[in-house]
């Protein structure tokens, strides 16, 4: 009984309005009568519940089915990598910028800006004040003999305007206190020479080729 109770709901719903809902429905006037004989189209037409959700659930699907029409494709490009090299003395260097300028060589005498750091990334010195970003460039010879050789090799082959990130083991490293680059001030000088027996990490700007 209960069940055909609610088919008849579901099928003929006009028939179990509240009698409010009866009341308040009034006939369409002269003018409504003459709209819609001009214009049967215009007639309220009430779509089934049933036939709206399934409407609905097929659009669901469409959109896992073809998401081209779900919604538009974003382009994807590749990230850049920043690739590591090696070399025989194990140094392990990466061009973070390729300059445009002019290209170092051996015996060159070069400007640079270069921050120093331990392994694990404390600040041991650098050309580069901290806070106010002064600079203070040196110059450096491309001489193994007068500069640790692991830097010389880092900058051998860079362009004016490159800047490299390099991690120098001892060996090619601080093998004696006289091999430049050296800061002025004793604190920091005391500082880097406390470190020479352990790897380093330069980031090195190229400035210029004297």
């Not at 051998?156 to 093998?175: D, E, H, N, T």
Request: net charge neutral; proline share 8%; aromatic share 8%.
């Amino acid at each position: 009984m209960e069940a055909s109770s609610l088919q008849a709901v579901v099928q003929f719903p006009h028939l179990f309005k509240s009698p409010s809902c009866m009341q308040n429905e009034r006939p369409m006037n002269t003018g409504a009568r003459k709209l819609h004989g001009k214009f049967p189209s215009l007639t309220d037409t009430r779509v089934p519940r049933r036939l709206f959700l399934q409407f609905m659930g097929y659009n669901h699907l469409l959109s896992y089915a073809c998401p081209v029409l779900a919604a538009p494709m974003l382009e994807m490009t590749e990230p850049e990598v920043i690739r590591t090299q090696k070399l025989a003395n194990g140094v392990r260097f990466q061009d973070v910028v390729e300059g445009d300028g002019p290209e170092a060589q051996e015996g060159d005498l070069v400007e640079v800006n270069y921050v120093c750091r331990r392994s694990n990334g404390y600040f041991v010195h650098s050309t580069v004040d901290q806070f106010s970003g002064e600079s203070m460039p040196v110059v450096l010879p491309l001489d193994e003999n007068q500069i640790i050789k692991g830097l010389k090799d880092v900058l051998v082959g860079m362009k004016v305007g490159g800047k490299r990130r390099a991690l120098i083991p001892p060996s090619v490293g601080y093998i004696n206190e006289n091999l430049k680059p050296i800061p002025d001030e004793f604190g920091p000088r005391r500082s880097l020479f406390s470190h020479a027996k352990e790897p380093l990490v330069f980031e090195v700007q190229l400035l210029k080729v004297l």
